[in-house]
């Protein structure tokens, strides 16, 4: 079975947002998304709103809701108080935990499951108790012992933060012992009963590498790289390309 997609619209938002004016729309591109085949929709929405606005929210889940009942709705973001209710409130198919400072400009790096093992647990089990699947950013590389502790806190699944790996795209030496490190920490997942999802700079031409090392990808989420294909092919042909290349 291939990795399902979900697109990630934060750079579709951050594009609008330059100017005070309702386009580029992003539940009409969504909309085109999901008719070409994407499984789900992504947003990460941040406590400055740079990208997405919380007022987007019921307009994202109303889209899926009434128009793509078997898709997905997926919200990532650090799990302050105010980001659980929003969650809460918006009741997302899944929720993808991230340890990020509200200062990033992007998602840099993975959850500490040692360390925040604790922390994780209280917050996974408010969010199962809503019904909600979680999963929790993840780095790339990780040992048996982090992966039983990230099992610890009752998630779904991780999201393996592929970023490094995108970011050797000019050089196959570097790319294959990031690949083998993403595969190793995927499969110690897997065994633990963890599902496995990825993302972060994945494009149409690292994926299939990926999706060969990782036979039991879940889920890969895609925001920059797919932006910017959309500009030359157009969202619904983009769409299907990288449908394409999970495998």
Known sequence: ???????????????????????????????????????????????????????????????????????????????????????????????????????????????????????????VTRLKFKGLRVSLFSEPDLDERAITAAKATGADRIELYTGPYGSCHDDSVRSAKSLQKLAKTAALAKEAGLGVNAGHDLTVANLPALAQAIPHLLEVSIGHGLTADALEFGMAQTVRRFVSACG
Do not use: K
């Open 1 to 123: 079975m291939s990795a399902r997609l979900s697109v990630n619209i934060n750079a579709i938002a951050y594009l609008r947002n330059r100017r005070d004016l309702p386009w580029p729309s992003l539940t009409h591109l969504g909309r085109i998304a999901l008719a070409a085949g994407a499984h789900g929709l992504t947003v990460h929405p941040r406590p400055d709103e740079r990208h997405i606005r919380f007022s987007d929210l019921p307009d994202i889940r109303a889209l899926i809701d009434d128009e793509f009942p078997g898709a997905e709705f997926n919200i990532e973001g650090y799990p302050s108080e105010d980001f659980l209710a929003l969650v809460e409130r918006h009741e997302p198919e899944q929720v993808t935990l991230v340890p990020d400072d509200p200062a990033q400009p992007t998602s840099d790096h993975g959850w500490d499951f040692i360390a925040d093992q604790r922390y994780l647990r209280e917050t």
